[in-house]
């Protein structure tokens, strides 16, 4: 419990918007390894796209964790598979911003502050909800992240709270994010401030009336149905 906790704290960034969650950012490296040199190993890749959030867990400053600027030119010309990953992780960010977020987002902005909060958690938690039957591989996906990586430990990171970090993961993995996912997150001691503004917001409201928007299902389809096209305008 307190791992999963951990983790939602890391996927909700309330203060950043433009950010993918996990589910996205691996459906997203498993539809472009095609497009990539045969010589990168598909687990390190993907173990290193779903890396850069760590710094919440590992309280790093997000530039070591986030390259910018990047290109997938600069994904293809990696030589470390891990990251080549860690590259994708923040084209993907980057992508989203531009061609899926605000076709959502900008319709919300003359709503009050406290929808402002919310929305962004629970939007990025239906993207993951709607994306996860994307594939059925995730039991497989889950075990790649039994494995640490140098590239990991070279920033200097406790090895268990790497570990800490995989685990978050796996357990992230294991179902279809819903709003359990977010109440969960609502419930940690550490929100009791936006706990306290929660009335303001219907979570439940808000995810199923996203999760069942026939636009937003269509956006999210085309976004992911066009983004090998995206990565090479980048």
Known sequence: MKSLTFYLIAISSFCTL?????????????SVLHLLPPTIDKQAFIVGTSF??????????????HIEPVTWNDIIKEKSSFRAGMLFHNLVDNIRMQHFEPCFYQRKTSHSEIYKIFFPLVMKTAEDNALYQKIDSWKEISSYFNTVYQEEKDFGIDKQIIKEWHTILQNYLKEKPNVNSINLFLSNEGQKKLRTNIQQFNIKKEFENLIFDEQFKNKLNIFYGNFEKYVHIK
């Open 18 to 30: 433009h950010t993918a969650a996990p589910v996205t950012h691996i459906v997203l490296a498993l």
């Open 52 to 65: 850069p959030d760590i710094r919440y867990l590992a309280k790093l400053d997000r530039k070591l964790t």
